[in-house]
């Protein structure tokens, strides 16, 4: 059996994570691994229903300590019931977001700290880690134009404005240079196909 792998996809709002969830998960199943794909939160029948809890209703329904604590256990259920055992079968994982999010988002973005995220993952998750995180990076504005190409508007981006929006995408490169080993800053401009390359490039010491 080969080994398995647990790997992270994170970014901002609409920088290609999905698309590239897809695309990665065929590059890698072309090479011969097993692969299954999952998103956070949710991925796991428990953690799909706390996304909705998650989702639904006002932006200001839960305290930053209670939504921190909602992605921690959406997590937990997830991590337990289907990250561990598929890596564990010698699958590829690969995950649409994970705990740097909450890193980001929850504590960063919303205040409650990186040191107190990381305690929820630990009891949580046992700490658990990727063994790679690629975090896609656009320059600023390129995600809502790209969305706006789409659609003719872009309005979850307006919604949130240009300083939150630099503030998580600030938050994404500064873990890329503090953990190198396991982060790594992908560019996503360009074809979609130029950015799986880049992805898989990044994959060398796992790969
Ligand atoms: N390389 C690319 N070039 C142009 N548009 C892209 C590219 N990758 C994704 N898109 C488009 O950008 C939008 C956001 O991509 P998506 O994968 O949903 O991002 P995320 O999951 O990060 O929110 C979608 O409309 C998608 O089709
Ligand atoms: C996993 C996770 C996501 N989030 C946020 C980021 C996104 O705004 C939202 C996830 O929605 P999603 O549909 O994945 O967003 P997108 O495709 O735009 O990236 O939840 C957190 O705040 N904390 C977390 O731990």
């Not at 796991?44 to 256990?73: H, N, Q, T, V, Y």
Request: proline share 3%.
């Amino acid at each position: 059996m080969s080994q398995g792998r647990f790997i992270s996809l994170e970014g901002g709002e609409g920088v290609g994570k999905s698309t590239q969830l897809r695309l990665l998960a065929e590059a890698l199943r072309a090479r011969g691994h097993d692969v299954v794909t999952t998103r956070e939160p949710g991925g796991s029948a428990g953690a799909e229903a706390i996304r909705a809890l998650l989702f639904e209703g006002d932006g200001e329904r839960w305290s930053p300590a209670a939504e921190a604590l909602l992605f921690a256990a959406a997590r937990a259920d997830h991590v337990e019931r289907v990250i561990r055992p598929a890596v564990a079968a010698g699958q590829w994982v690969v995950c649409d977001r994970f705990l740097d999010s909450s890193r980001a988002y929850q504590g960063d973005a919303r205040g409650l700290g990186d040191a107190d995220v990381l305690a929820l993952h630990r009891i949580g998750s046992g700490g658990l880690l990727p063994d790679r995180t690629l975090v896609l990076s656009l320059p600023p504005g390129e995600a809502e134009a790209r969305e706006l190409a789409r659609d003719g508007a872009a309005d979850r981006f307006r919604r949130r404005g240009d300083a939150y929006h630099a503030r998580v995408r600030a938050f994404f490169e500064r873990i890329a240079v503090e953990e190198p080993e396991r982060v790594r800053l992908i560019d996503a401009t360009g074809e979609e196909g130029e950015v799986t390359a880049r992805l898989l490039a990044a994959l060398d010491a796992i790969a």
